[in-house]
């Protein structure tokens, strides 16, 4: 039962991505994983959105192999898999090539924060990893992908900052759940969107004041957080 929910959740979260205009065609895959159980559960590879079903969602174990479905997972499995191994709050990871966070990635400039929209959900810019050297890119492309984004979070705090912007490449978002990262995936490009306006409109703008900025960020986030509504008890 636990992998038929999480393969409806990874489903949910894929067809979420193209709802929202994140997906041109198949770019773009979303996964969760058990941890319980070492399971991961993600879109199988080049297989149109509109064609998805939970059976069709790929299983595999945190090494990669295929321990559950009849089609080969997502390309992108093992930076995803980098990704759990590293961070251990994430419960799921999206990635989309939207198309204003990837023309940041493209032009490998972190985004700012520029105002109260990007504070609420990411605390400080969305990092850009370096690029991949000619040996990372020739090996294991994949692997090395998600390597260079754990090390673009060397001493900061992937969840506070749940993204980033892969050089040249595109963005990954995580959260707790697929559903969280999905989420994530979404905010990032409307924010990548104000942003790339905002330095259009006033090339020389300053990023938000860290007062500013933390006040946003930890009304929503953290044991002092007081945005929305208590949980029932």
């Not at 198949?26 to 509109?50: E, H, M, Q």
């Not at 799921?92 to 924060?113: K, L």
């Not at 109260?116 to 810019?125: I, Q």
């Not at 104000?194 to 946003?216: G, S, Y």
């Amino acid at each position: 039962m636990l992998l038929a929910a999480l393969r409806k959740e990874v489903l949910a979260a894929n067809v979420e991505l193209v709802e929202r205009g994140l997906v041109l065609f198949t770019f773009g895959n979303a996964s969760g994983i058990a941890r319980g159980k070492g399971l991961v559960a993600i879109k199988p590879s080049g297989v149109p959105y509109d064609e998805l079903t939970p059976e069709s969602i790929v299983v595999t174990d945190l090494d990669g192999k295929v321990v559950d479905g009849k089609l080969r997972p997502s390309s992108d499995l093992r930076t995803h898999l980098e990704l759990y191994k590293h961070f251990p709050n994430i419960g799921g990871v999206a990635h989309t090539h939207s198309e204003a966070a990837s023309a940041w990635a493209q032009a490998q400039r972190p985004i700012p924060c520029f105002g109260t929209t990007h504070a609420d959900y990411f605390h400080g810019p969305v990092p850009v990893t370096p690029p991949l050297s000619p040996e990372e890119i020739a090996g294991d492309y994949e692997k090395a992908t998600g390597e260079v984004i754990c090390r673009a979070f060397a001493g900061s705090d992937p969840d506070a900052t749940p993204a980033v912007l892969v050089a040249g490449h595109a963005p990954f978002t995580w959260g707790p759940d697929v559903a969280a990262a999905a989420h994530n995936a979404v905010i990032l490009e409307y924010v990548a969107r104000m942003a790339m306006a905002t330095v259009t409109i006033n090339p020389a703008a300053l990023p938000l004041a860290h007062a500013l900025h933390d006040k946003h960020f930890f009304r929503k986030h953290g044991k002092h957080a007081y945005y929305g509504q208590a949980a029932a008890q």
